[in-house]
Each structure stands twice: as structure tokens, then as C-alpha cells.
């Protein structure tokens, strides 16, 4: 099956030969006839299948007809990264048409977003929570919408966006269509498109297991040596890029910080970054400046880089769901990748809701002349926060000459080092690194 089999408009047509596509993939094809017949659409498909042009299409083909410079089709997604994403996207596929795309997302100043909604703009690409900003203050017209689009809607979900999301559907039209997108299916997310969706049709690709080109390997290790054995598992892995998941933005920050020093060339991307920050860690980690990006669950929403190599769990994720999420961002497009986990003893019930839902026993590795046997630390060196400095000219509380100890400083920010050491080269290859336990 190709493309010209959906009889795209011709300047839409025009903006995927440009994009070099040719062979639809599998989302695409079930999806774009229903969307572009008009009908409502579930789609159940992981990040990195190709979903976002199976609505992006149909959308440009629908908005060729019909007036110009009103909002008529939103997309509503969870992260910047991923608005800025599909924006991208409306704006190559979309290249002859003429057409406007507007992204609007917190964390940089409304007044753009404002000017742009004010000059015209058939598509608009948006957060929840700006959105309803917008909204709230009439800086954007939504009554003559006629798509409706909410993709990653689980991670929404996640995110805590739900009520949001319901907030800004009693500002839309009652006739319109409407299309959901999700990698998964809780409950809370299938009342929702119970609720939005029109006798829709459900179309499902690859939702319930990762790609069958991504080897997983699980190293049961200490919490304290963790840091070390992830340093080592780089030492004598031949990677390209790799992206390394942490449970909280404290361990994320710090942990790119003691990447850098050991002379990789690395980023953290995580919740305190500004906007800026954000951008320039995604970009280097996209275009080789960075080899690896150390990174949360909720920070790397929406990370879409296609030669990952390797996903490293430095935690374990809370549930199966995300573990399938994050290893999803490798061994795509036919290409091998390496998902790797570091689990603890405290990690075993996770780990058997992992394997039951992949219906796997994952393999258990230890590294070839890795000192395992290396005592705890009485403290937390490692991941010890440091203790808030007190304001200038306000006496610190407490006993005289001591300094009130408080919470993380939530607003202290890391700046990507793009000057940071160039990684050693590594040695060994895929596979070779370590003696597997068995099973």
C-alpha cells in the first residue's frame, strides 16, 4: 500500500513526498480512511508508530476545503516537547498548503501565543493547562472547531490533566469529530472516550507489548552501587544514544551531573528546567551533542528520538504499563535496541507484574569483574540534598548560628553543558558485556 491509495489532497499529497514518505505504517493505514471519512477514532499505539500523521493527514485534507483563519481543528498533548512535536509535523506535511499551525504551552510568555491566535490560525497545537488560560481570558475562539484531537491521552491522564481536559470540552462545539489517541487503556481513559467518542472506530497497533526487536535484561543490584554499575554497563556497551530513566528530578539532575564528570557527554531533562533549558537538552540529545539524557517519566513525555539505542532504568517505573512506555523509545523502524533495568530486592513484585504482562521471564545479568560486595555508605553521599542556604538578611530559625535545614529548592535549575567532555569511546559490543545468570 502507498500513499497516493488515500487521494490526499494535492498540496498535502505534495507535503508527504517532501517528507520522503512512501509506505504507510500500520496506524496510518487503519486509521486515515475513518478519520478522513469523517468518523470518531480510538487509537490505541505507543509513541514512535507513525500516529501522529495518521491525524496530522486527514486533518490538512479536511481544512483544505472550507474557511480560512479560524480555529477549526485542535490537538491537545500533554508535554511541550510533544506540542512542539506535532506542530513540526502540521508545518512539513503541511508545507504547500498554506495552512497555519499555533502552538500554545506554558512555561514561555502568553503574549506571542496571543498575537499568533490574533493573526489566524486553522490549527492549534496546545497543553491543558495554557489552553484553559486562553480559554478563561477570550484570547482564543474555539466555536467554529470541527476536530478534536487528544493524543497521549494516558499520559494525560498521569499528569493529572483529566479535569482539565473536561473543563475545556464544555467549551467546544457538540458537533465536531473527535479522535483519541493512548498507548494504553485504564479505566479512567476508557470512561472518558465512553463519554467523547461517537460510535467511533478502534484502531490498535502494538498496545500491549514492545517491539519485538528490543532485548530486555534486568541487573539486580544494590540501591548505593547502582551509579557505578550504570558508569561500567556504558564502559563496555557499544551505545549510540542512550536514555536513562530515574524516579525523581533531584536523581535526574544529579545524575547527569556525575555523567558529565566521568566525561560522557550528557543532559538531564527534568521538571525544574525552564522551557529554554528543556529545548536545548531535547535538541542536543537529538542532533549528537548529547550522548546520553537522563530523564523522569513525566519530564520525557514526548521524547521521540529515533536512534536510541539503549534505555537504561536507572529505577524501576511504578507500574508495567510505563515500563512498556519507556522502552517503547527503542528498537524502532526495524532497528535492535537494549532495554536495560536495575532492580533491587525491593523491586521483586514489580518485576512479576512486568514479566506477567509481557508474558516473559526476563534475563538476569551480573558484569564480568563489577565488585558487588562494596559495603553502603552510613550516609547518603550521592543523592544527599543540599541544605537550603537562608535568605539574604533574615536570621535563620532555629538554635543561634544554625541554618534552617528545608525541602529540595524546587526552582534551582541545571543548564545542559554543551561544553562537557567528549565521552571516551567505548569498548566491547552489544551483548558481550556481561555473564547472564539465567533466569
Known sequence: MEFTAFNLHPQVAAGVRGAGYTTPTPIQAQAIPPVMAGRDVMGLAQTGTGKTAAFVLPILHRL?????????????APTRELAEQIHQSVQTLGLKTRLRSVTVYGGV?????????????????????RLLDHINQGTIDLSHLEVLVLDEADQMFDMGFLPDIRRILKHLP????????????????????????????????????????????????????????LLE???????????V????????????????????RAASLQGNLSQNRRQAALDGFRDGTF??????????????????SHVINYDIPDTAEAYIHRIGRTGRAARSGDAFTMVTRDDAAMV????????????????????????????????????????????????PGA?????????????????????????????????????
Do not use: W
Open 291 to 308: 550522548q546520553i539524557l537522563v530523564a523522569t517519566d513525566i519530564a520525557a513525555r514526548g521524547i521521540d528520538v529515533s536512534q536510541v
Open 174 to 229: 457538540a458537533r465536531r469529530q473527535t479522535l483519541l489517541f493512548s498507548a494504553t487503556m485504564p479505566p479512567d481513559i476508557r470512561t472518558l472516550a465512553h463519554d467523547i467518542l461517537s460510535d467511533p472506530v478502534t484502531v490498535q497497533v502494538g498496545n500491549v507489548a514492545p517491539a519485538v526487536t528490543v532485548t530486555h535484561a534486568l541487573y539486580p543490584v544494590e540501591q548505593h552501587l547502582k551509579t557505578p554499575l
Open 233 to 243: 554497563l556504558l564502559r563496555h556497551t557499544d551505545t549510540e544514544s542512550v536514555l
Open 352 to 399: 512479576r507484574t512486568i514479566e506477567r504482562t509481557l508474558n516473559a521471564t526476563l534475563e538476569r545479568r551480573i558484569m564480568d569483574g563489577f565488585d558487588y560486595s562494596v559495603q553502603a555508605p552510613k550516609k547518603d553521599t550521592e543523592f544527599a540534598r543540599p541544605p537550603r542556604q537562608p535568605m539574604p538578611g533574615r536570621k535563620p530559625a532555629g538554635k
Open 64 to 76: 483544505m476545503a472550507g474557511e480560512r483563519g479560524r480555529v477549526r481543528a485542535l490537538i491537545i
Open 109 to 129: 510568555g502568553v503574549n506571542p501565543q496571543v498575537q499568533k491566535l490574533r493573526a489566524g490560525a486553522e490549527v492549534v497545537v496546545a497543553c491543558p493547562g
Open 245 to 264: 530513566f530515574t524516579r525523581t528530578k533531584h536523581r535526574a539532575k544529579r545524575l547527569g551531573e556525575q555523567l558529565e564528570k566521568a566525561g560522557y
Open 403 to 439: 541554618a534552617k535545614v528545608g525541602k529540595d529548592d524546587a526552582r534551582q535549575r541545571h543548564q545542559p553543558g554543551h561544553g562537557a567532555r567528549t565521552a571516551g569511546a567505548p569498548s566491547g559490543h552489544r551483548g558481550r558485556q556481561s555473564r547472564r545468570t539465567g533466569n
